[in-house]
């Protein structure tokens, strides 16, 4: 079996964990939007959730940081999504809300 020279090898390496390299998609686009605590849902409340400023809008992401998880918080953020195709009833007779992954999320 023929050896395969040192320098070889290297560029093989980098090749394949440079293309391992994460990154957010670049087709994403950040959105200014408030993270509110909504009430207790276990007392007809929304819990916490989120209002795009742009349209109204309210999500619920899945994936938000601990550091918004806290009563009574009403925190303005960037951040991009991806819808994940499910949406949550908020609240009692609320109504139905997109169920979002953020991708990225920043304080303003």
Not at 6 to 28: D, E, H, R, T, Y
Not at 50 to 75: C, F, G, M, T
Not at 79 to 97: A, F, Q
């Amino acid at each position: 079996m023929k050896k395969i020279p040192g320098l070889l090898l290297l560029m093989i390496l980098l090749a394949v964990f440079a293309g391992c390299q994460k990154s957010a998609p670049a087709n994403i686009s950040e959105v200014n939007a408030h993270v509110i605590d909504g009430g207790d849902p276990a007392v007809d409340g929304w819990g916490i959730y989120i209002r795009l400023d742009n349209s109204k809008e309210n999500v619920v992401p899945i994936n938000l940081p601990a550091e918004y998880q806290q009563k009574d918080i009403n925190s303005a953020v960037a951040l991009k999504i991806v819808n994940t195709g499910g949406t949550k009833r908020l609240g009692n007779g609320g109504t139905y809300s997109r169920i979002v992954y953020i991708v990225a999320i920043r304080k303003l």
